[in-house]
């Protein structure tokens, strides 16, 4: 009489361990871990406890750059609209005259006059909550090369000498001399 019971060909599962743990291994050796990059700023300190901080500083209108960026990722300087390719050179003059005159690149932006003093300066940016992350970054980043320019410029005309080579102290000068001076905010409707 048979028996109603079949054998059954088996997997061998000992080394399964192993190619799992050698492939794991081999993962982790191969995989490329990202290096993600923020916006390096910082912060202004917190508002003390039991103080009013929205009273806070009055400035010139004179020396506010409005710097806005809509839903649709478009660039308003001025409440006009401009290339994102502009932005750098307007931030430049802007920031840049010392107060001797108006600003050549701000030319059909409602008659901007330029900044008091690059000390007195500020670049107000201003976006909105659907503005796309890489728009932003990108804004963010003409603002910084014209800061970065400025003070490279500084460095060969008053240090008389590449910015790479600057001691502590000549590098705290050139960040008094232009101060990076950016406000944020969201566009209110």
């Known amino acids: ?9 088996e997997v061998n599962a000992g080394s399964m361990a192993d190619i799992a743990f050698l492939l794991l291994i081999f993962f982790l050796v191969t995989a490329v871990i990202p290096k993600d990059k923020g ?20 400035i010139n209108k ?28 307007i931030t430049k003059a802007f920031l840049n005259n010392n107060g001797d005159g108006s600003c050549d690149y701000c030319v059909g932006l409602a008659d901007k006059k ?37 003070r490279s410029d500084y460095t060969t005309t008053v240090l008389n000498k590449p910015s790479n080579e600057l001691t502590l102290e000549e590098l705290q000068a050139v960040k008094k001399a232009y101060p990076f001076i950016l406000s944020e905010a969201e566009i209110k409707n």
Do not use: H, W
């Open 114 to 150: 330029s900044s008091d003093n690059p000390k007195k300066a500020v670049v107000s940016l201003a976006n909105d909550k659907m503005t796309s992350y890489d728009f932003y970054i990108k804004v963010q980043d003409e603002i910084t090369k014209a800061y970065y320019e400025l």
């Open 39 to 58: 916006i390096n700023r910082k912060l202004p300190p917190p508002c003390p406890v039991n103080v009013d901080c929205s009273d806070g500083i009055v």
């Open 62 to 89: 004179r020396n506010i750059l409005e710097v806005k960026v809509n839903a649709k990722d478009e660039l308003l300087v001025e409440n006009e609209v401009i290339s994102i390719d502009e932005l750098k050179d």
């Open 1 to 9: 009489m048979k028996s109603s019971r079949r054998d059954y060909p």
